[in-house]
């Protein structure tokens, strides 16, 4: 599976990109976000985009960010039974990462509901299945903790042992954030092991 493609822009449309990787072009595809940020750039230039290989059937596409908290946040929509790489892509093209994930957090259907694609039921859907897995995606200034995880970190991997452990996202999150205070260098075993202190359930 393709994570990571870094090369020379060889085309650029509001929803694609093709990468030029060492001779080999790759079609990627991506949201508006990512678009702007690439378009910046300009054709010829070197970019490089964290990516979702997404495999269905016959048919093998790529879907690029230029964030992994946009890629993030991408997984988490197509892991919605009827969300799609395409409407995930569509979201994210309506509301900025950060936006977005602050949205679902707060349940702000109204907000989420004026996304092109995106109907009363989809906008319950986003709320109800992502608000608790959402916390660490979250804009600060929308009542995040502050600090932005990225999946791979410590951070991230720490939160997601503890989601795994049956705790929700915002509590881990408050509980891994804690356990870093005055030590940000610590391995994730003992981040897991000091939340999970604070947690009570270790």
Do not use: C, W
């Amino acid at each position: 599976m393709i994570g990571h493609l870094r090369g020379s822009v060889f085309h650029l449309a509001p929803q694609l990109v093709v990468l030029d990787v060492g001779g080999v072009g790759y079609q990627v595809h991506i949201p508006l976000a990512t678009y702007a940020e690439i378009e910046r750039l300009g054709v010829g230039t070197e970019a490089s985009l964290h990516v979702h290989t997404h495999v269905r059937d016959d048919t093998l596409q790529l879907f690029g960010f230029s964030s992994p908290q946009e890629k993030a946040l991408f997984e988490r929509l197509i892991s919605i039974s009827g969300i799609g790489p395409k409407l995930a892509q569509a979201i994210l093209s309506g509301l900025p990462a950060a936006e977005l994930a602050a949205a679902i957090k707060a349940g702000d259907l109204r907000r989420l509901n004026a996304i092109p694609g995106v109907g009363k039921k989809t906008a319950e859907r986003l709320i109800l299945e992502l608000k608790d897995r959402i916390a660490d995606l979250a804009d600060p200034e929308a009542g995040g903790s502050g600090e932005v995880a990225i999946p791979g970190s410590p951070v991230r991997d720490a939160i997601d042992a503890l989601v795994h452990l049956g705790y929700r996202a915002a509590q881990a999150e408050r509980a891994v954030n804690a356990a870093r205070k005055g030590n940000e260098d610590l391995p994730v075993g003992e981040l897991v092991r000091t939340a999970l202190r604070s947690l009570g359930g270790g």
